[in-house]
């Protein structure tokens, strides 16, 4: 069976105008919260290390599942599965130890034929990621004007999420 592959390019870029973003084709913005579980030996047959997320976005609250396992910097096979809320707050019970919830408002917006995600966190007032999403490592999309992209992060693991979760990158970005 073909296991399901995320493909992306990250970029630490200056905070956004939000205005310019919510004018761009196909917007969204999610409220989102993401907690970094370990679950116990056997219990899920993606493996122990996950992260779920809860989704507040213009239809309501969903809860999501995700195992991870990295294939290169840009590429790893992602296994998502929605689960009820009540799922969500007994695997909150597994939170791993030493990672913080991750709390963000995500703007996703479709340009260019590439989907471009947005993400601003509550712990910077200077700077966000934006993610694309690819088909192949060999695909370069666009950075739209209105973006300012401060570095590319594809392959810094310091600004994974799960990095975040451990300890909030503060270097200066001038």
């Known amino acids: 069976m073909d296991k399901p592959l995320e493909i992306e390019y990250k970029y630490l870029i200056s905070y956004p105008n939000i205005?310019?973003?919510?004018?761009?084709?196909?917007?969204?913005?999610?409220?989102?919260?993401?907690?970094?579980?370990?679950?116990?030996?056997?219990?899920?047959?993606?493996?122990?290390?996950?992260?779920?997320?809860?989704?507040?976005?213009?239809?309501?609250?969903?809860?999501?599942?995700?195992?991870?396992?990295?294939?290169?910097?840009?590429?790893?096979?992602?296994?998502?599965?929605?689960?009820?809320?009540?799922?969500?707050?007994?695997?909150?019970?597994?939170?791993?130890?030493?990672?913080?919830?991750?709390?963000?408002?995500?703007?996703?917006?479709?340009?260019?034929?590439f989907t471009y995600e947005v993400d601003v966190f509550p712990f910077w007032d200077d700077r966000a990621y934006l993610e694309i999403e690819v088909d192949s490592e060999d695909t370069k999309p666009p950075i739209p004007d209105f973006i300012r992209i401060i570095k590319d992060v594809t392959e810094d693991i310091r600004y994974r999420n799960t990095a975040l979760a451990q300890k909030i990158i503060t270097e200066d970005i001038n």
């Not at 116990?40 to 195992?67: A, H, L, M």
């Open 19 to 113: 205005s310019e973003l919510q004018t761009q084709p196909e917007y969204k913005v999610e409220e989102m919260c993401q907690v970094y579980v370990e679950l116990p030996e056997g219990t899920d047959e993606n493996g122990r290390y996950c992260r779920i997320r809860s989704v507040r976005g213009k239809d309501g609250i969903k809860y999501i599942k995700t195992f991870k396992e990295t294939i290169s910097h840009m590429t790893r096979i992602e296994i998502e599965s929605e689960i009820t809320e009540e799922e969500f707050k007994t695997l909150l019970n597994y939170r791993r130890r030493g990672y913080s919830p991750i709390y963000k408002h995500r703007h996703t917006f479709c340009l260019f034929g």
